[in-house]
């Protein structure tokens, strides 16, 4: 399994590059994968546009291994970003994650989109970023801390 896991990890854009970026609304995540208690690093996307809810590219789920704990849907358009793609979910998953700097991990339901999430691999949306605290007035995120 581990060797399976780190060749799956090899073929993902690699989260490091995403650690030292400037963007405050972009983390690094470990996604714990159920059957091992291990975690996948991926590259998380704070978007307070995302109305839609959180979502994660089918890439990183079949990397998880996951794919049998999606409930599939039948590509539902969920929503539309701003350079009017259309967004469309195979399926909806929920999936534990932590984020560097935080003892507690945060479960969540993430729409399973069979498209290309790039330079992410996941987007956490408003609704969660704001039930979580992630953001706070006059607050900015930065390596997995908040600072006020």
Same mark, same amino acid.
């Given at each position: 399994?581990? *060797?399976?896991?780190?060749?799956?990890?090899?073929?993902?854009? +690699?989260? /490091? /590059?995403?650690?030292?970026? !400037?963007?405050?609304?972009?983390?690094?995540?470990?996604? $714990?994968?159920?059957?091992?208690? *291990?975690?996948? !690093?991926?590259?998380?996307?704070?978007?307070?546009?995302?109305?839609?809810?959180?979502? $994660?590219?089918?890439?990183?789920? +079949? +990397?998880?291994?996951?794919?049998?704990?999606?409930?599939?849907?039948?590509? !539902?358009?969920?929503?539309?970003?701003?350079?009017?793609?259309?967004?469309?979910?195979?399926?909806?998953?929920?999936?534990?994650? *932590?984020? =560097?700097?935080?003892?507690? /991990?945060?479960?969540?339901?993430?729409?399973?989109?069979?498209? =290309?999430? /790039?330079?992410? !691999? +996941?987007?956490?949306?408003?609704?969660?970023?704001?039930?979580?605290? $992630?953001?706070?007035?006059?607050?900015?995120?930065?390596?997995?801390?908040?600072?006020?």
């Amino acid at each position: 399994m581990k *060797q399976w896991l780190a060749k799956q990890r090899r073929k993902m854009k +690699t989260p /490091s /590059s995403v650690k030292q970026h !400037e963007d405050e609304f972009l983390l690094t995540i470990r996604i $714990i994968i159920p059957s091992s208690h *291990q975690g996948l !690093e991926v590259a998380m996307k704070l978007d307070t546009g995302c109305e839609v809810g959180n979502l $994660i590219s089918r890439h990183v789920v +079949t +990397t998880l291994g996951c794919l049998d704990r999606i409930q599939v849907l039948d590509h !539902e358009v969920i929503g539309r970003c701003l350079n009017g793609q259309v967004l469309k979910a195979v399926g909806i998953i929920i999936l534990q994650w *932590q984020w =560097d700097g935080l003892r507690n /991990s945060f479960s969540s339901l993430f729409y399973v989109i069979d498209q =290309d999430l /790039s330079p992410w !691999e +996941t987007v956490l949306g408003s609704k969660s970023i704001t039930q979580y605290g $992630i953001l706070g007035l006059g607050s900015s995120v930065k390596q997995g801390a908040m600072l006020t």
